[in-house]
């Protein structure tokens, strides 16, 4: 298990009703890129007994940016209890996390919020900061979070405090492509 994947899982579940969990996920084929939501909700209607799961994908330690990306992502579990991706493009080298709480969030706030794909985090000397994709700009967003509980995470950048142009150069030298920042 990465450093990260264990600061994360830590600091997360404090605000979790449920147990976080590291889990193995065999990758298939079959799903579209940027669009893991809808690949685990196409596997899910196509399978006998195979649900949707949602949780974290973490990335292994990038020594260019001196950081850990973990984006929020989708994928399924079938009958037996193994879980498999169906979303091209996700490195292999990610851990994933099984965080149920963002269903139950999403179900009980769907009119509330505009993507049931949470923001993606990137932790950098212990701290935590939400990156979210603006459609209407074409541009990301760098967050100052005030905590990892589940509604700050599907928060408009708005509700955020943005950190100033300075800080969003210091963070990542280069945005990285939308791909990478939403399954």
Not at 25 to 35: E, T
Not at 90 to 119: F, P, R, S, W
């Amino acid at each position: 298990m990465y450093k990260a994947t264990r600061v994360f899982m830590a600091e997360r579940q404090k605000f979790c009703h449920q147990q976080l969990d590291l889990v193995s996920v065999k990758k298939v084929c079959g799903g579209k890129a940027s669009a893991c939501s809808n690949n685990a909700c196409d596997a899910a209607e196509a399978g006998d007994r195979v649900r949707s799961i949602t949780g974290w994908l973490v990335h292994p330690y990038n020594p260019v940016t001196d950081s850990t990306d973990i984006i929020q992502h989708w994928w399924n579990m079938d009958r037996f209890g193994q879980h498999f991706d169906t979303s091209p493009n996700v490195d292999g080298k990610c851990e994933y996390v099984v965080d149920m709480d963002l269903v139950h969030y999403y179900h009980t706030h769907y009119d509330q919020v505009d993507n049931m794909v949470a923001i993606s985090l990137s932790l950098r000397n212990g701290k935590f900061w939400g990156f979210d994709y603006d459609d209407s700009q074409m541009t990301i967003k760098i967050l100052n979070l005030p905590s990892l509980a589940t509604e700050v995470l599907y928060r408009q950048s708005s509700d955020c405090v943005p950190q100033s142009e300075l800080s969003m150069k210091l963070l990542t030298p280069a945005p990285q492509p939308y791909v990478s920042l939403r399954h």
